[in-house]
């Protein structure tokens, strides 16, 4: 999946590594997250497979090793044409460590989880306000990245509401069984 990604930013733009990986970050992080330990090597792979060139530019005063900027070959259209025209291989999958850990709070500390949602909770909001502000500048993207930044709105928004809703849920409970262990009554009509 990264082999395309790289291969389909680089057909609107030359890039640096570290501005692929920054591209993927800030307008896919809703399909997939992705690593500088992924980029790289993809990167040697495509220009080893003669999909990608890469070019050293020199820093201009600045210290250090030239940058690498890649550009996609016309083998490389060829390929990610290919790609484009097949079916998806797999079903979206949703990869979230916090929903992994979400499942087993009830193993633990619930007054914790709700810390932990609360921390899910701005960082989702941060992001709601960064994906909207973005989607001013996705107007002269083109239709597909149009939908596809929609989707990452729509995305974050139902993410929060389900979160403050489970916030709400959980607190709930935290006070059910808070009243059930302080009355005597509640905790035998309960049982």
Do not use: C
């Not at 502000?133 to 989707?151: E, H, P, T, W």
């Amino acid at each position: 999946m990264i082999k395309y990604a790289i291969l389909g930013l680089l057909h609107y733009t030359d890039m640096h590594g570290y501005r692929i990986k920054e591209h993927i970050e800030q307008n896919f992080g809703n399909m997939w997250s992705i690593n500088y330990g992924q980029i790289y090597p993809n990167l040697k792979k495509l220009y080893d497979d003669g999909l990608i060139s890469m070019t050293e530019i020199t820093q201009n005063g600045e210290k250090g090793p030239p940058r690498k900027l890649y550009s996609i070959t016309e083998k490389g259209k060829n390929e990610f044409a290919g790609w484009l025209d097949n079916s998806p291989e797999k079903p979206m999958l949703l990869r979230d460590p916090f929903l992994m850990r979400f499942v087993f709070y009830g193993f633990g500390d619930m007054s914790r989880s709700v810390e932990v949602i609360d921390d899910q909770i701005k960082r989702y909001e941060k992001d709601l306000k960064r994906r909207k502000k973005n989607l001013k500048k996705r107007d002269n993207s083109g239709i597909y990245v149009q939908l596809i930044a929609d989707l990452g709105v729509n995305l974050n928004e139902m993410f929060l509401s389900w979160l403050k809703h489970s916030k709400k849920e959980i607190l709930e409970n935290i006070s059910k069984n808070e009243q059930e262990k302080t009355n005597p009554e509640i905790r035998r009509a309960a049982g």
